[in-house]
């Protein structure tokens, strides 16, 4: 099996190179008109700024999947604000788009945990669907509209998960259709299961981003091992390898927080298990270590007998 590795957002080897730089919206109005607008385009221009040099730092390492951060554009979902984001840097937009796909790389975005479908408040719907809309603008900025993807958690539970799930299921068709196509989604270590994300997922023909660091947090009463094959399923109609999240607990009383690097003994069981399923994984690593915890764990799992180092970010299992 060929398992390929990315890693969030910011590069750790880079100087400086985190492009999430913000702005608030109390020193946004603190502001005068044309001090506000300056201020947007100087943080959207340094973020896209190290976003390129991330992305050229990625081709150079050979790391094959990558993760934008959700704050390249400061306040652009700020209904006080909502300001136009692509027209000013439309060039940059494509630049990056450009190095991404020569590069072979595959994206995505995971907007914050505040953008849920699951809400009884529709103005809680109405932020998730302005949230979903603008990382698809960003998506379709850089021309990878039909390739990257945008991966949500269910949401809340609000005291009665059934109910939930089908609110999750009416209030996701707010969206327009060619944001709905780009998403994922994931379970995670608290509310959903990977039983109860499944049904979602397979109910609305969604893939299944599978945590397993989550899936060990908040197991519900089957083992991975047996939902893989339905995991795996859920990316057939996609084009695209089953992609999976890896991480390891920080400690026995810090469960669900991410460790810094990858424990190796903690994921080989599960890659293992992935391999009776497919011959090609896509792995997003998500440690406090970005892209050192990923070349670490690269490394680490290379001195395994039966492994082959195919390239930086890329093994032969």
Not at 127 to 144: F, P, S, W
Not at 161 to 170: G, T
Not at 239 to 247: A, E, I, L, R, W
Not at 266 to 288: G, N, S, Y
């Amino acid at each position: 099996m060929r398992i390929r590795f990315g890693y969030v957002s910011h590069c750790l080897t880079l100087w400086e190179a985190k492009p999430a730089r913000t702005l608030t919206f109390k020193r946004y109005s603190q502001m005068d008109q044309m001090e506000r607008y300056d201020k947007l385009l100087q943080v959207t221009r340094e973020n896209l700024y190290q976003t390129k040099r991330v992305l050229q730092f990625n081709l150079a390492a050979e790391i094959p999947l990558y993760r934008f951060s959700s704050s390249i554009v400061p306040l652009a979902t700020h209904p006080e604000v909502d300001w136009d984001f692509v027209t000013p840097f439309q060039e940059e937009w494509r630049e990056l788009g450009k190095l991404a796909k020569e590069g072979g790389l595959r994206t995505s975005f995971h907007p914050n945990q505040f953008t849920l479908f699951t809400s009884t408040k529709p103005h809680i719907t109405e932020n998730a669907v302005r949230d979903m809309n603008y990382h698809y603008r960003m998506l379709e900025a850089m021309g990878l509209e039909e390739e990257g993807f945008i991966n949500l958690h269910v949401g809340g539970a609000y005291g009665d998960k059934e109910a939930s799930l089908d609110r999750f299921h009416e209030q996701i068709y707010q969206m327009p259709e060619a944001v709905r196509s780009r998403m994922t989604v994931e379970n995670d270590d608290k509310t959903f299961t990977t039983e109860e994300t499944l049904r979602a997922a397979e109910r609305d023909q969604l893939p299944l981003m599978f945590d397993y660091h989550h899936h060990m947090a908040n197991q519900g009463e089957e083992t991975y091992e047996e939902y893989l094959p339905r995991v795996f399923k859920t990316w057939s109609h996609t084009g695209y390898p089953p992609k999976v999240h890896v991480s390891s607990p920080k400690s026995p009383d810090k469960y669900r927080s991410h460790a810094e690097y990858v424990d190796m003994e903690f994921a080989l069981p599960f890659l293992k298990a992935c391999k009776e399923e497919t011959d090609i994984l896509d792995v997003m690593i998500e440690a406090k270590g970005k892209d050192r915890a990923l070349l670490t764990l690269v490394e680490e799992l290379s001195s395994i007998r039966g492994v082959q180092r195919r390239s930086g970010g890329e093994i032969e299992l």
